[in-house]
């Protein structure tokens, strides 16, 4: 069961708020995806009957957002900012730094499955570009060497599990 | 320079709790509203000339007062009102929200509750894109302060009033910033824009009546109600009030959020921000988010007011201004504007899918050296086919970067198509986002 009693009982103090079974959609999705780093179609299905909705309605909601993973990403999910700000401020040059250091292209997974590289549009923090978010942080105003420092901290990270 | 109403306490230690916000006079304003008939509260907003902050700039007292008093459904039964924060910011070169949020969310929920009381709102929803987890946390533990504080709950303020806020986290869609896309999504749908009428005031959220508005613009009612809308409406124009949060980035010294009256100007707005870097001057200047058309350099004499940039045949939209310099490559700057839509488009109407994936390819082709003449025309007329034709503003949006650069820039872009290849880069340039620019040329 992908969808245990720590993520229905995380549905069901939402429940009261929400007229509809289909408003804790998005919810039990982002539940989901925390707990098993994408969506799986099996999630899918799961997510459908917990919720009362045809699979359908799951698929097409989860195929239009673009946070849903359909597959699976690494354990350091980076996605570099390559909108109009962030590429004012030089994310061109940190992207080609990164598909160096690791090896892949932007939209690719390291072999070891430990990194995932996306390019992705706007992040909202324009003011601090250029940014790359990995996993839920933010991190900003990065040059090579920060960027260079940061990802060591991710390799020591992997390391250490 | 004028008052700061907003952000004040920017930086202050602890300015996202209660304590901090009660040890500055907030939630002194929700008591007074409190103390006032709802349409007394609509009236003071109207008073103040307060736009919506989010991008279109409409009259929030009037938008407030659009809400139907006493709806009820087929059977006569009453039908409840909702109240939604629009906190998906996303149009790119904006970054208010994010400060709103992780400093100042106890001024959210205050404006929030008193626009609840002046619409009889009984649920609030904040609409926050999902990648601003650690904000989410913030705002979550802000609203839990407040439901502790009886602020909100079954009994706000100890009144026979049930008003509260749940969040709600998107899940990255740039479309789910327009308000009836954003309200399919809160509803756990995909993220796509309703025709207009029926207005969200009539058929909003689970198709009951509903009322939209950005962060900023709730952040401003606390400070309207407490020192009193004329004081608002002092600051700016005759049709538009009070400061607003200008998101300042690109090649500017010192980017940032700077709250200044709303008609600023925008070359002192420059200037204020320690101007373009390295001694190099300002070539174009978007002064409204993404999708507000470009501004040359000896157009930025202008106040930032929504009518005055309308009138200089931009938008102030969502106060984003993105300062571009001299050495940027205009056409290589469009075509990343031209990605981003190409990107986001719900797919939902024709004109505006296939549109904005044509105008991306084709700007990526002129850039690449591989566009014609022609081309330039092409891209005035595939404007012309999505413009005002789908149903809601993103297609009118996609026009705005991709005619203003052509426009304006015209000679840059013919430079790329006669050189065939962008003249400010080496001869065997390759993009690094985008290794497959070949295939979609």
């Known amino acids: 069961m992908i969808i245990d009693q720590h993520i229905s009982q995380r549905i069901d103090e939402l429940r009261p708020q929400f007229p509809t079974e289909q408003?804790?959609?998005?919810?039990?999705?982002?539940?989901?995806?925390?707990?098993?780093?994408?969506?799986?179609k099996e999630a899918m299905k799961e997510a459908a009957s917990f919720l009362h909705l045809p699979v359908a309605r799951v698929e097409e909601v989860v195929s239009f957002y673009t946070m849903y993973n359909r597959k699976p990403v690494g354990k350091q999910h980076v996605q570099i900012c390559t909108n109009i700000a962030c590429y004012l401020r030089g994310a061109d040059h940190l992207l080609q730094c990164?598909?160096?250091?690791?090896?892949?292209?932007e939209g690719e997974t390291t072999a070891d499955g430990k990194y995932t590289l996306t390019a992705v549009e706007c992040l909202a923090a324009c003011g601090t570009a250029p940014v790359v978010q990995v996993n839920n942080d933010y991190h900003e105003n990065l040059d090579e060497k920060s960027l260079n420092q940061l990802m060591d901290r991710l390799d020591k990270e992997l390391l250490d599990g | 320079m004028a008052e700061v109403l907003l952000t004040r306490h920017n930086g202050a230690k602890d300015s996202h709790t209660l304590a901090f916000y009660k040890s500055v006079g907030g939630y002194a304003a929700l008591d007074q509203a409190l103390n006032m008939a709802p349409d007394a509260v609509i009236d003071e907003v109207k008073k103040s000339n307060l736009r919506g902050r989010g991008g279109a700039g409409f009259p929030t007292g009037m938008k407030w007062s659009f809400m139907p008093k006493n709806p009820v459904d087929a059977q006569g039964n009453p039908k409840p009102k909702y109240l939604v924060c629009n906190a998906d910011e996303g149009e790119p070169g904006t970054f208010k929200d994010r400060l709103l949020l992780t400093q100042h969310p106890h001024m959210l929920i205050e404006g929030m509750v008193i626009a609840a009381h002046a619409i009889g709102a009984s649920q609030g929803y904040i609409y926050v894109r999902g990648e601003f987890y650690h904000e989410i946390q913030i705002l979550n533990a802000a609203i839990k302060e407040a439901r502790a504080a009886g602020i909100l709950g079954k009994s706000v303020r100890g009144r026979s009033w049930k008003f509260d806020i749940e969040v709600y986290r998107g899940a990255?869609?740039?479309?789910?910033?327009?308000?009836?896309?954003?309200?399919?999504?809160?509803e756990g749908r995909r993220g796509e824009p309703r025709l207009k009428p029926p207005f969200p005031a009539q058929v909003g959220a689970f198709g009951m009546p509903s009322c939209v508005n950005n962060v900023e613009t709730f952040c401003a009612v606390p400070t309207i109600i407490k020192d009193g809308a004329a004081k608002f409406a002092a600051i700016g124009t005759e049709r538009s009030g009070g400061t607003r949060l200008f998101c300042v980035s690109?090649?500017?010294v010192k980017p940032g959020v700077y709250e200044l009256p709303i008609n600023m100007n925008l070359k002192d707005l420059i200037a204020h921000c320690g101007g373009v870097p390295g001694g190099r001057s300002v070539?174009?200047?978007i002064p409204g988010g993404a999708s507000a058309p470009m501004l040359r350099a000896d157009e930025i004499d202008v106040a930032m007011d929504f009518d005055s940039l309308a009138k200089a045949g931009t938008m102030a939209g969502s106060g984003g201004v993105i300062v571009i310099d001299d050495q940027t490559c205009i056409v290589e700057a469009a075509a990343r504007l031209l990605k981003f839509y190409e990107h986001e488009s719900c797919g939902q109407c024709s004109q505006c899918r296939e549109g904005s994936h044509w105008l991306a390819r084709m700007f990526n082709r002129i850039e690449a050296g591989q566009g014609t003449t022609e081309d330039l025309d092409?891209?005035?007329?595939?404007?012309?086919?999505?413009?005002?034709?789908?149903?809601?503003?993103?297609?009118?949006?996609?026009?705005?970067?991709?005619l203003s650069t052509i426009r304006k820039f015209r000679a840059e872009f013919e430079e790329h198509v006669r050189?065939?290849?962008?003249?400010?880069?080496?001869?065997?340039?390759?993009?690094?986002?985008?290794h497959h620019a070949s295939a979609r040329l």
């Open chain 2, 378 to 402: 092409k891209i005035a007329q595939i404007c012309g086919n999505m413009a005002g034709q789908t149903i809601c503003a993103f297609a009118d949006a996609v026009t705005g970067p991709a």
């Open chain 2, 250 to 252: 690109g090649h500017v």
């Open chain 1, 98 to 105: 990164l598909e160096k250091r690791l090896g892949i292209h």
């Open chain 2, 283 to 285: 070539k174009a200047v």
């Open chain 2, 419 to 434: 050189l065939g290849r962008c003249p400010s880069k080496p001869e065997h340039y390759v993009r690094p986002h985008d």
């Open chain 1, 23 to 40: 408003a804790l959609l998005l919810p039990l999705l982002h539940e989901i995806q925390a707990k098993e780093g994408w969506i799986s």
């Open chain 2, 172 to 186: 990255g869609a740039y479309i789910c910033g327009e308000e009836t896309a954003l309200l399919s999504s809160l």
